[in-house]
């Protein structure tokens, strides 16, 4: 069942404008998922995963198939990846490259538990038409890597490291703008900034903009962000406590946890739509709805 209401109605093709009169439009959106058909939490290697407690892969399953349809219904295009077994956390799709303009940069995980995901993403992308770039540092894809226009937001603290970021310029010839998490609650960039959209400025000026927990990062990085988006969303730590900020965006309609409703109400009056979609089961491995969801920019 999808979680859209009567006024979050499915638009029948991208992109569409907002009824509402907000001027938002709903970009079309090309991600690559991962059904979590083994999904469990067997190991620790974040905060969220307590391998004593129970999981439900029924569960996971479902609520996942949710996001995937509500998706669909809003006019994106969804591609998969097989799981494949013994790899539980490859449905955390945004962690396995990053992917601009066709060309795919694959994934280095810094923990033993997820490195035999690397090779079947890499194949995955070779097969579908992306050229490929094995990476040579650490880094953990779009989980730490965030394109907010032309300009390439970078996380480091805990997972991808700092030589990761000039790597990251050199493969995609952009700026590379590097933030440090300091908690290890949100151990992922995706965790504490959800990318907005491009929204226009003055003279007409695209202006891509975000949405962010400030108490994740250092003071140096906070700096860097009041400066480069000065109207960002700032959210509450009990909306990034619940992952809010692990979210995706079509310009207008923003996927976020139906518990972070503060973050919800900001959006409202940003002129967003926010579309609530549960996956409690998921977060039990350390993953939100961002997390699922890899975003495919270019080439088939």
């Known amino acids: 069942m999808s979680p859209l209401s009567q006024d979050q109605a499915p638009v029948a093709a991208a992109p569409a404008a ?14 690559l998922m991962c059904r979590p058909e083994h999904f469990t939490v067997s190991y620790r290697i974040n905060p969220w995963m307590e391998p004593a407690n129970p999981t439900d892969t029924a569960k996971a399953l479902a609520q996942w198939q949710v996001l995937h349809d509500t998706y669909v219904e809003l ?61 040579v540092e650490v880094q953990e894809g779009e989980g ?6 032309d300009t390439i937001l970078a996380g480091t603290g805990f997972r991808s490291v700092g030589d990761s970021h000039r790597e990251l310029g050199e493969v995609f010839g952009r700026e590379v703008v590097s933030l440090r998490l300091t908690d290890p609650r949100f151990y ?20 891509a903009n975000i949405a962010y927990l400030p108490s994740a990062f250092d003071d140096a990085s906070r700096a860097i962000l009041e400066e480069r988006y000065p109207d960002a969303i700032r959210v509450s730590d009990a909306d990034g406590a619940v992952f809010g900020l692990n979210a995706a965006s079509d310009g207008l309609n923003v996927f976020i946890s139906p518990r972070a409703t503060g973050f919800a109400e900001q959006l409202r009056e940003r002129g967003y ?17 961002k997390c699922c969801t890899l975003e495919l920019r270019g080439s088939r």
């Not at 962690?95 to 538990?113: P, T, Y």
């Not at 730490?144 to 226009?149: K, P």
């Open 18 to 31: 907002d009824p509402s009169g907000s001027g938002r439009v709903a970009q079309h959106r090309r991600y």
């Open 144 to 149: 730490d890597f965030l394109l907010v226009g």
């Open 188 to 207: 992922h960039l995706d965790t504490a900034i959800a990318v907005l959209d491009p929204v226009e400025g003055p003279g007409g000026v695209e202006r």
């Open 273 to 289: 739509r926010p579309v609530p979609v549960d996956l409690s089961e998921l977060l039990l491995g350390g993953g939100g709805i």
């Open 75 to 135: 006019g994106h295009e969804v591609e998969l990846i097989d799981p494949v077994p013994g790899l539980p956390d490859m449905v955390y799709t945004a962690n396995g490259g990053f992917v601009i303009d066709g060309r795919a940069l694959g994934v280095r995980f810094r923990v033993e538990e997820r490195r035999g995901e690397e090779r079947p993403f890499m194949d995955w992308f070779a097969a579908h038409g992306f050229e490929v770039v094995e990476p």
